[in-house]
């Protein structure tokens, strides 16, 4: 069983900056991918950036590419969105998300392509106004 815990988010102005962490606990040592999706109202959930744990490869969405950066401390298994120059288009509940196995570019783009249950923090809103 894995928990996944969020910290961060809140509101922010056009230009700003915030930091979204996730914490995992419980059975870690099977997860190997982990991201950050979100949620806009109205829009389907979309992937913003996942990493891998063991090599730390990346991938992001085009639509953050250069404002945002995911990194990850594996020893502790936590991971952080860094969001510089938020747009209001950002505006949306952000989920932490880990799973066992996955080829990050089409986890990015489906949730759905992954090995093993997903894993869901509990969400934090981010608000750019």
């Known amino acids: 069983h894995v928990q996944l815990v969020e910290s961060g988010g809140g509101l922010v102005q056009p230009g700003g900056s915030l930091n979204l962490s996730c914490a995992a606990t419980?059975?870690?040592?099977?997860?190997?991918?982990m991201g950050w999706f979100r949620q806009a109202p109205g829009k389907e959930r979309e992937g913003v950036a996942v990493i891998t744990r063991i090599h730390g490869g990346t991938e992001y969405a085009d639509s953050v590419k250069g404002r945002f950066i995911i990194s990850r401390d594996s020893s502790k298994m936590t991971w952080s969105l860094q969001m510089n120059n938020l747009k209001p288009e950002d505006t949306a509940m952000y989920y932490c998300?880990?799973?066992?196995?996955?080829?990050?570019?089409?986890?990015?783009?489906?949730?759905?392509?992954?090995?093993?249950?997903?894993?869901w923090g509990q969400g934090t809103q981010v608000t750019v106004s």
């Open positions: 419980g059975k870690t040592n099977v997860l190997n991918c």
């Open positions: 998300a880990a799973v066992t196995g996955c080829s990050l570019t089409p986890w990015l783009r489906d949730p759905g392509n992954k090995s093993g249950p997903m894993n």
